[in-house]
């Protein structure tokens, strides 16, 4: 989660850059491909996998800028520092959008994976697709075939927030005017009030919704919760004011309210936290706002904390 939202290059209004019949974007990604023979999309992870073969393909989103940043970063020492031996650069027939295909193994212990990684810059965004598997004598993908994959790559107009959040295990239907400006990997929403989707510090509240798995017993919660509040992105000298429990939609929960300094600004602020449990999973909400706004804000941070509840 971070307060610094660059939302514009998912914005853009530019066509498609690349259209592939039978394309499979996972999770309402705005990429896709179409997976070989075997695998399906992956409910763990935004892409596909054959957990028969043992081989996945990995698909990571980034704003069109990253492009240049990542391929920079893909030097062969860089590489080689996490275990992979490069064999091979080169480039993929993707029509007029750039990339950067690198072929070879990485080595964890005795563990040999093959992988293929390419990154793919298009307008809209940036791609980095990781194709690997075990060399452990299971029938093997054969270059050919990872390579007339990747070749499918598909990029699409990316979905509005509204359209992603039909994706999230939860339900926020009471917004309390605050609007949705992103959701992030189909685990959390991240809503504001005011007229930019681009939010320095904290010039604008922020309300960020959140899943994650576990349960921690009821002896253990208060420090789940403080241990999830330790860090704050865009607020320093955190000082706590009130931690304490509570119900939250019926389900027991933990809020944690503190005031802070803006970093960009050094202004206080407020942030309050609230992490309701459930059997399987916790919902962790966070706000933050500019101390003079807080009266105002606090009861529709709390309305939408209210408001949030699963499909």
Excluded at 47 to 55: C, H, K, L, M, P
Excluded at 105 to 134: C, D, Y
Excluded at 139 to 159: C, G, M, N, W
Excluded at 224 to 246: D, H, M, N, Q, T
Aim: charged share 20%; with cysteine; proline share 7%.
């Amino acid at each position: 989660m971070r307060l610094a939202l660059v939302l514009a290059a998912l914005l853009l209004s530019c066509g498609l850059a690349r259209a592939a019949d039978g394309a499979v974007f996972p999770r309402g990604a705005s990429v896709g491909l179409v997976p070989p023979e075997g695998m399906t999309e992956s409910t763990s992870f935004s892409g596909f996998e054959d957990t028969a073969r043992g081989a996945a393909i990995l698909i990571v989103e980034m704003p069109p800028q990253a492009y240049e940043q990542v391929t920079a970063g893909f030097t062969d020492a860089a590489l080689g520092s996490k275990g992979i031996l490069v064999e091979e650069r080169t480039s993929l027939p993707l029509g007029d959008i750039k990339n950067m295909l690198v072929v070879g193994r990485q080595h964890a212990g005795p563990v040999v994976a093959r992988k293929w990684i390419l990154v793919a810059g298009a307008p809209t965004a940036t791609a980095l697709v990781t194709v690997q598997e075990p060399s452990d004598g299971r029938a093997p993908l054969s270059d050919e075939t990872v390579r007339k994959t990747l070749e499918t790559l598909t990029f699409r107009q990316p979905p509005s927030p509204d359209e992603q959040a039909g994706n999230l295990p939860f339900k926020i239907e009471n917004r309390a005017g605050f609007r949705l400006v992103k959701v992030v990997g189909n685990t959390a929403a991240i809503l504001t009030d005011g007229p930019k989707d681009m939010i320095d510090g904290a010039e604008q509240p922020v309300f960020v919704v959140g899943v994650g798995p576990g349960a921690p017993r009821e002896d253990e919660r208060q420090q789940f919760a403080l241990r999830a509040f330790s860090s704050v992105p865009g607020v320093k000298e955190l000082r706590i004011e009130r931690a304490e429990p509570l119900r939250i939609a019926g389900q027991p929960g933990f809020e944690i309210l503190a005031n802070g300094k803006d970093v960009a600004t050094g202004g206080d602020v407020k942030v309050v936290q609230w992490v309701r449990f459930g059997q399987t999973a916790y919902l962790r909400m966070l706000g933050v706002v500019r101390a003079d706004a807080f009266p105002d804000i606090y009861p529709r941070f709390r309305a939408i904390r209210d408001g949030v509840g699963g499909h």
